[in-house]
């Protein structure tokens, strides 16, 4: 592919970006339409999007760094999926959502706003097809004349999911109308989505970036990629399509290409648990086994996994984790098609195996391909993230009617509903960074200093070490004996002779989300024979508890949620739970992996809300109460060779 460039605008080309897209109060809008398309109703944004601050309003950096919270995987109606299932908002939408004003509800109508705002947000929109469904309901576009524009165009939702169904079975079988790819429009498109971000950029106190989403899918399997860009001074003009390939390499080749010539760009896989065993797969696409020059590429341009979303939480699965009580949260357990499919393959699919994998790679001195850190994300198609369990407002537009995601619609396929019904709120990514900016916090998620959630913004700090102790955890500079005397979440251990390695762990509630249940480490290692293991270790927990004394389990922590109300109470559990931890099972010849889990004790989940709001019973199988919860990214341990 050739590579060209945008010009970066100038300060009144932005402006006049601002004044195109409708975001001026009481101006013209173009809702939901790529910038070729006509004017048509109001824009969804209520304010006028703020100016920069000034420099004396920028708070001062912190070298202990912060915790910010976002999401980096945002769809609008710009994207073909989003547009089909009825959604009319815009980027400048997304962006003005995440502030915490109120937007207009593409779906079910009235208000929808979130009730903590975001520290950062990116729109990453489809590349494949790219602004041109909007097209489809202009009626100076060739393409509204389309079959395929009646279905998209039709006031019934159902005719649109079945619509969306037809489009995404062709895409996964490689079938595609050349009407459909317009490199014109998607370059104009493009640039349209990077002048919203820098128009919103507000550094100091709220990030965006600009990004895609590379949405390969062969054969229903999921191999998504969103690509983040640490700043826009060097961005191609048009972004890669998976249209061109759905080998991930050639991305990671794009990438490459973008590097050379001065852009700055990391790739985060997602939703492993719909890719039927191919994301993590020991073989190539082409299916040659993985070598060490994959593995250093792969490597190279993805440091960090979404463990969280919309479409499930992939951090593993009870079928590979049959001793983890809570290995079976929130599965979404379809391939990625409109078609009801389950996957058939575990192994490949989720990210501890990936992590135990990249362990067997590193130790046949092929690298560790699999080395990922940890963010969680919402995937919303609908500017407005859903992260926020009692404030949940689906995927997609037609979600946001209650009784439409909970219940279905008149001719909707029951396994359409089920799927539905089984989507989870929505993760966030967390980062540790010096000051809320796109350069403090891309290098955050390029170190590794992040950590994913299901939705709640707990705080989750852990650092790794060999002389941590528990006075470490008394004195007024816990944060600063970490990074002194060890390495934060992301990072490696090197191991000096005859010690074990000791953690310091320190968790804190979301204020507005239940107390704390427990901290867990998970622990992944290779033993002398190069066997696989893994262990879940209970390090902290709230009340008096005690491990069963034969088989080690911690009880749990309780349950106040009724099913009646969705109310519950946080007279149980801890709003912190902190301790340092030393491996009791460290052997100095195996390799090894470490991360921390937070669980929260249980509260209502959406489904149980919406049930209470409808008066209608939960519908069967799908759990009253969920236990949150945050994972950081891991810390390595690699034995001296």
């Known amino acids: 592919m050739k590579l060209e460039f945008i010009d970066r605008p100038s300060s009144g080309a932005a402006a006049a970006t601002l004044l195109l897209l409708g975001v001026l109060a009481g101006g013209c809008s173009r809702q939901g339409q790529a910038p070729a398309a006509p004017a048509s109703p109001a824009s969804t944004a209520a304010t006028e999007a703020p100016s920069s601050p000034a420099a004396s309003d920028r708070p001062a950096a912190n070298p202990e760094r912060n915790a910010y919270f976002g999401d980096v995987h945002v769809h609008t109606s710009w994207s073909f999926d989003a547009f089909t299932n009825g959604s009319r908002t815009t980027p400048v939408d997304a962006y003005a959502w995440a502030q915490g004003k109120e937007i207009t509800n593409s779906g079910f ?17 489809h590349a494949e097809f790219m602004g041109v469904f909007n097209q489809m309901s202009n009626p100076e576009s ?8 009646k279905g998209v165009n039709s006031p019934d939702p159902v005719v649109r999911m079945q619509t969306f169904a037809g489009v995404l ?36 106190h709220f990030t965006t970036f600009a990004g895609f989403e ?40 794009w990438m490459d290409q973008l590097r050379a010539h001065g852009s700055t760009l990391l790739a985060i896989p997602h939703n492993g648990n719909a890719s039927d065993g191919r994301m993590f797969e020991l073989v190539k696409f082409d299916g040659k086994p993985i070598d060490a020059a994959y593995n250093r590429t792969r490597a190279a341009n993805e ?17 590979l984790s049959p001793n983890d009580e809570f290995a079976g949260f929130e599965q979404w357990d379809y391939t990625l098609s409109a078609d009801s499919e389950r996957p058939k393959h575990r192994r490949g699919s989720f990210a501890r195996q990936a992590l135990l994998d990249g362990l067997s790679q590193e130790a046949k001195g092929n690298g560790n391909p699999f080395k990922y850190g940890f963010i969680g994300d919402t995937d919303t198609h609908n500017a407005a993230g859903s992260n926020e369990e009692f404030n949940y407002t ?23 509903i089920r799927q539905v019904q089984e989507f989870s709120s929505g993760g966030l990514a967390g980062v540790w960074a010096e000051e809320n900016t796109r350069e403090s916090i891309y290098d955050a998620m390029q170190r590794r200093e992040t950590f994913g959630t299901s939705g709640t913004m707990i705080k989750v700090r852990f650092f790794g070490g060999w002389d941590f102790n528990d006075g470490d955890l008394k004195g007024t500079n816990v944060v600063r004996t970490g990074y002194a005397r060890g390495v934060p979440m ?14 310091l762990v320190m968790a804190s509630k979301d204020p507005k989300s239940g107390n704390l249940d427990r901290v867990q480490i998970v622990k992944g290692w290779l033993d002398a024979g190069g066997k696989q293991h893994e262990k879940v270790y209970d390090v902290a927990w709230s009340g008096d508890r005690k491990p069963d004394p034969k088989t080690g389990k911690l009880p749990p922590v309780g349950d106040t949620v009724d099913a009646a109300t969705a109310q519950y109470t946080n007279t149980i559990g801890a709003a912190e739970l902190s301790t340092v931890w030393t491996d009791p099972e460290f052997n100095a010849a195996e390799r090894a992996f470490y991360y921390v889990r937070v669980l929260e004790i249980p509260t209502p989940r959406w489904s149980t809300i919406d049930a209470v709001h409808l008066g209608v019973p939960v519908p069967k199988g799908l759990p009253v109460s969920i236990q949150e919860r945050a994972w950081t990214s891991p810390i390595w341990y690699t034995p001296k060779s």
């Not at 249209?243 to 390499?249: A, K, N, Q």
């Not at 919309?310 to 009870?318: L, V």
């Not at 689906?394 to 359409?416: C, I, S, T, V, Y």
């Not at 992301?490 to 953690?503: E, N, Q, T």
């Open 169 to 204: 079975r062709d895409l996964s079988a490689g079938k595609v109308d050349p009407m459909l790819t317009d490199p014109t429009l998607a370059r104009s498109v493009w640039a349209e989505i990077v002048k919203a971000a820098d128009a919103a950029y507000r550094p100091g």
């Open 490 to 503: 992301g990072s490696d251990l090197k191991a000096p002779a005859g010690k074990a390695p000791s953690f």
């Open 109 to 125: 109508g009235g208000k929808i706003q979130i009730q903590t705002p975001l520290d950062f947000y990116m729109v990453a929109e």
């Open 394 to 416: 689906g995927k997609f537009a037609f979600e946001n009617d209650p009784k439409h995601r909970l219940l279905g619609m008149e001719g909707q396929p029951a396994g359409q």
């Open 142 to 149: 060739p393409l509204s004349k389309t079959e395929l524009a």
């Open 214 to 253: 590379w949405t390969a899918n062969p054969q229903k399997r999921n191999l998504h990629r969103v690509v983040v860009f640490r700043d826009t001074a060097k961005l191609p003009e048009m972004v890669l399509s998976s249209l061109e390939s759905e080998d991930p390499e050639t991305l990671w080749k």
């Open 303 to 319: 440091p960090l996994y979404e463990i969280s979303q919309i479409k499930g939480t992939s951090e593993t699965h009870p079928d």
